[in-house]
């Protein structure tokens, strides 16, 4: 049975506390690179507390009328354990794990037609 979202789940971006003031052209610039079809994935680097996470949230909101299955916010800052990520996605999914099924797994037939 293939993995099932909660029907009431259509994102989770937290609402950040203030407003981002002064990127307009960085998020400009992330929202182009995302909307090519080649790109699937962006990593944003810099040093801690640069405002990295914020702006992501900036663009993920700006998006989110772009992605029909919803945008997700996956808290894993403090997150010690690489192996422990794919169940964090799962779980922000809202996702019902099957037994005998790999994580993994899981996701990638969940967000293959994604």
Same mark, same amino acid.
């Given at each position: 049975?293939?993995?099932?979202?909660?029907?009431?789940?259509?994102?989770?971006?937290?609402?950040?506390?203030?407003?981002?003031?002064?990127?307009?052209?960085?998020?400009?610039?992330?929202? *182009?690179?995302?909307?090519?079809?080649?790109?699937?994935?962006?990593?944003?680097?810099?040093?801690?507390?640069?405002?990295?996470?914020?702006?992501?949230?900036?663009?993920?909101?700006? #998006?989110?009328?772009?992605?029909?299955?919803?945008?997700?916010?996956?808290?894993?800052?403090?997150?010690?354990?690489?192996?422990?990520?794919? #169940?964090?996605?799962?779980?922000?999914? *809202?996702?019902?794990?099957?037994?005998?099924?790999?994580?993994?797994? #899981?996701?990638?037939?969940?967000?293959?037609?994604?």
């Amino acid at each position: 049975m293939p993995a099932r979202i909660a029907a009431t789940s259509s994102s989770s971006l937290p609402t950040p506390r203030t407003r981002l003031i002064g990127r307009e052209r960085e998020i400009n610039a992330i929202c *182009a690179k995302l909307g090519r079809h080649d790109v699937a994935l962006l990593t944003l680097a810099g040093a801690g507390g640069v405002g990295k996470t914020r702006l992501a949230l900036a663009v993920a909101e700006r #998006m989110r009328p772009d992605f029909d299955d919803g945008v997700y916010f996956v808290p894993l800052a403090s997150m010690a354990d690489p192996e422990l990520v794919p #169940m964090a996605i799962i779980q922000e999914l *809202a996702l019902r794990p099957q037994a005998g099924q790999a994580p993994e797994e #899981m996701l990638r037939e969940y967000l293959r037609s994604r």
